[in-house]
């Protein structure tokens, strides 16, 4: 019989190498996709991004969605500060070319803080969302701009939306444009309280007075997401009454695991900051596990877009097929669900994910990953960007999942003298 | 060497037949569809219909869609006055119950025009559409209750509502409530003429005095749908600018192939009563053939969705599914142009999508059509009816045919003596 101690330390051993594969792979995937940005989406000649781009990177569209916007400038100065290999000049100088496209062209009518959805490449409105989502990621991109910069009307800026965002959230939506009709019930959809506490999270980190001002909001937004479990606990769904009621028909039905996956992984970030581990090991089951198992597709693997909480046909069109987004925010929540709880099973799953993400999504040849694929796993758009796919999910996940398996490696310990990690047989073989 | 006539009396005693055995499949199948919305969709209590129906009838949603309130309407009326077989006492009343429900709550804020896009199933708005597809729905639904009943209140309803849209499409679309916003262009989607042009054939419909009253709005419509033939007559655009330039982008490489070919045969009409064989032609060539050849999947047969013009990759995710829809219009499509033109090349093409679609999205177990196909043809939403599926393309498809093939079987004069045709023998093969 072998020594117990033996097993566990080759076991750690065999762990650490299968960690370090991970990271070198998600570290030079990050690399690739952030080169495709650069090479294909800066427009030299009015500031901002194109995210139209085919398989080529080649630009099929000049519309500028100002979502993407927002969320490239964002993951552009994020990489600048978190990342030594990303501190480059080309990096901050298109930030800075963004951000101030955003602060000329994004508001529809200044000084009134209401952003359009999307513009022309010159910065004129074309349309024109009653929700609060252009704002939220323009709040994000002036955060970061002011974290890297430490140019103060950038943090103004941001300060000033989320003032507005605030309001229309808790006070009073009218401002939004959303018409009263009688048969519209006070819906919230998931999104809105997700996105507030990743903007709390956002505005407070490593800002001890930030975060005292949004204590409260990100306890509020916490309250509101975990209302979304229903049914005594077997299903999160998308859209409850504004009291946390399961809506009639399809609405109140309707589920979206790789949503439920990224506010688990909000969830676990803010459960991290308040040391709070029953509401952690809810979060798992709940925004985890949860989604993952009524979402995963036994017969050809990937998530499923959208279901039905009764498990009828949703009505979306789009409900089979397997998108890029669930997939790098599942790899996310599973590895950092790993790294608070030390459960091996949701490693494994993370690795389950992983495998498929880069097997179905990446593409050898062109660089980035595609976006959208069939049932099967097939290619169905050929994109690499476009109306609601930018430099954001993609080269967010690869960061995050960097940083995540750095620290558990370092969790680990240095490597035993005379072990050599496969990293260089494994590599590339994907 | 064989007799010419005798060759000339074989070919036409085939044809006879094959449009025989058509004939007696799509009355057959009008029967089974009508049954189907009959014994589902009708809501005794409130009145109107529930359209939100799965696989085998059973209601999933009792939303109330207004195009789909008023299609049904209309689609119950056409077939009371049109068919022996139903004129049912059963049809009318629900058709009446329908109107009278739109009546009394599809508009959003009476006396104010503007209709809602969905109700709940008691008829409290839950949505309002910029656009004017509920009111034209409502028009026809209206002008056919009159038709059957000579109720002249449904009329004058129909009337002022046709007003009301004219009024928004040719001179002030203030009331659709969309912003004006400075990088939005005059876009003309090639829905609106199309819509209209249908609404003057339904007012006109054996009445001069109508007729004449919407003879230049019916020229401006053709007009209009004629200008989204572009590059020099090699595409159809689906919008275009007011002015029928091709606009940038993918807004302005967007195809929608079945879209084309419905606009194929309400144009078809209009040349026919005008008796231009010039514009008959043209609309052959341009809203016929070229969405079939250039629309047509080559590996797995139906029609796409949407296409790009320059053959890039469209954006919108449901782009290569096959929908119902498309193809119900390709049918009429084809045979009307073959019943037009003689040319044996259109009835061919008849035959291969009417045999695609029957084959595909008929569902002999429980009745109606399956509505979405992945690419492949298999079914990927099981429901029956929808946000955007009723009781419409379907028995409209069937009914047309069914009227269409059999003044096609008159004009070949009766089958001689002693010939039986193929009829029961081909039958219920599919």
């Known amino acids: 019989m072998m020594d117990l101690g033996l097993l566990m330390l080759q076991d750690m051993e065999k762990e650490r190498e299968t960690l370090q594969v991970w990271k070198k792979r998600v570290e030079q995937e990050l690399d690739r996709v952030i080169a495709f940005w650069m090479e294909h989406s800066h427009d030299?000649?009015?500031?901002?991004?194109?995210?139209?781009?085919?398989?080529?990177?080649?630009?099929?569209?000049?519309?500028?969605?100002?979502?993407?916007?927002?969320?490239?400038?964002?993951?552009?100065?994020?990489?600048?500060?978190?990342?030594?290999?990303?501190?480059?000049?080309?990096?901050?100088?298109?930030?800075?070319?963004?951000?101030?496209?955003?602060?000329?062209?994004?508001?529809?009518?200044?000084?009134?803080?209401?952003?359009?959805?999307?513009?022309?490449?010159?910065?004129?409105p074309v349309k024109v969302q009653r929700t609060i989502f252009s704002e939220c990621f323009y709040t994000m991109a002036m955060n970061e701009l002011w974290k890297v910069t430490g140019e103060m009307r950038y943090q103004s800026e941001a300060m000033e939306m989320m003032d507005q965002i605030i309001h229309w959230v808790r006070e009073d939506p009218a401002g939004l444009g959303r018409p009263q009709l009688s048969g519209t019930l006070a819906t919230e959809p998931m999104a809105v309280p997700m996105m507030l506490l990743s903007l709390v999270e956002q505005l407070g980190e490593e800002d001890e007075e930030l975060t005292n001002k949004y204590?409260?909001?990100?306890?509020?937004?916490?309250h509101r997401i975990l209302q979304h479990v229903q049914r005594d606990g077997q299903v999160v769904l998308e859209n409850v009454s504004e009291d946390g009621k399961e809506l009639a028909g399809c609405l109140g039905r309707h589920q979206n695991p790789g949503h439920t996956l990224e506010a688990g992984w909000f969830l676990l970030q803010y459960a991290l900051r308040k040391g709070d581990p029953k509401l952690r090991m809810h979060i798992i089951d709940k925004f985890l596990l949860l989604p993952f198992h009524s979402g995963w597709d036994p017969e050809h693997g990937g998530l499923f877009y959208f279901q039905d909480a009764d498990g009828l046909c949703p009505t979306q069109l789009e409900w089979n097929m397997k998108l890029w987004w669930p997939h790098s925010e599942a790899m996310i929540a599973f590895l950092m669900g790993y790294s608070v709880s030390g459960d091996p099973a949701l490693l494994h799953l993370f690795?389950?994910?992983?495998?498929?993400?880069?097997?179905?999504?990446?593409?050898?040849?062109?660089?980035?990953?595609?976006?959208?694929?069939?049932?099967e796993g097939k290619v169905a758009l050929t994109i690499k960007g476009g109306p609601f796919k930018g430099c954001f999910h993609v080269p967010r996940c690869l960061a995050m999942c960097e940083q995540i398996l750095g620290a558990l490696l370092q969790r680990l310990g240095p490597a035993p003298l005379g072990s050599s990690p496969a990293v260089s047989t494994h590599e590339g073989s994907k």
Chains 1, 2 share one sequence.
């Open 351 to 375: 690795y389950q994910v992983a495998e498929y993400t880069f097997r179905q999504f990446r593409d050898p040849e062109h660089g980035e990953w595609f976006g959208y694929l069939n049932q």
């Open 44 to 124: 030299q000649e009015h500031g901002g991004f194109f995210t139209c781009l085919g398989r080529d990177g080649k630009v099929y569209d000049h519309l500028k969605y100002v979502w993407l916007q927002g969320r490239q400038v964002w993951m552009y100065c994020r990489l600048y500060r978190s990342f030594e290999r990303f501190r480059r000049v080309e990096l901050l100088d298109a930030a800075r070319a963004g951000g101030e496209f955003l602060l000329r062209y994004a508001r529809v009518a200044p000084p009134g803080k209401k952003c359009a959805f999307v513009l022309t490449r010159d910065g004129r």
């Open 215 to 222: 204590a409260e909001l990100g306890d509020w937004c916490v």
